[in-house]
């Protein structure tokens, strides 16, 4: 009789582990799965901040294009022009292309950037 019980005890146990063994494995699969999603996430959200960190620097190049014409006669007048050929838009592209292609030649000088002189404006934004 106890010997039987014994057997039925065993037996239980037996299948327990089974179970738990085929549980285990499953969640082992799982943890897999997480680990491949979360290392994706990952990739993505560096491709985000990157992203960000670029449309920044696009933000802060544009207002500087706006700022500019306001500093500096030159790109003011460049400015102006642009306005009546076609529009905000295209002044202000006109203008950071300039302080692109300005940028561009300093750094090929290798000469250190200086302070663009500020002029003194009349009301009505002329010099």
Request: glycine share 4%; aromatic share 0%; with cysteine.
């Amino acid at each position: 009789m106890q010997q039987e019980e014994l057997r039925r005890t065993n037996a239980e146990l037996e299948s327990q582990a089974k179970t738990l063994k085929s549980s285990e494995e499953a969640l082992r699969e799982q943890q897999e799965e997480l680990q491949q999603i979360n290392e994706e996430l990952e990739e993505k959200a560096s491709l985000l901040a990157e992203r960000n960190r670029q449309v920044e620097q696009k933000n802060e190049e544009v207002e500087a294009a706006k700022l500019a014409p306001r500093l500096c006669p030159e790109l003011a007048r460049l400015h102006t022009r642009e306005l009546t050929r076609g529009g905000r838009n295209r002044a202000t592209l006109a203008v950071a292309r300039r302080l692109v292609a300005w940028l561009l030649a300093v750094d090929r000088r290798g000469r250190r950037i200086g302070r663009v002189p500020a002029t003194p404006r009349r009301p009505g934004g002329r010099t």
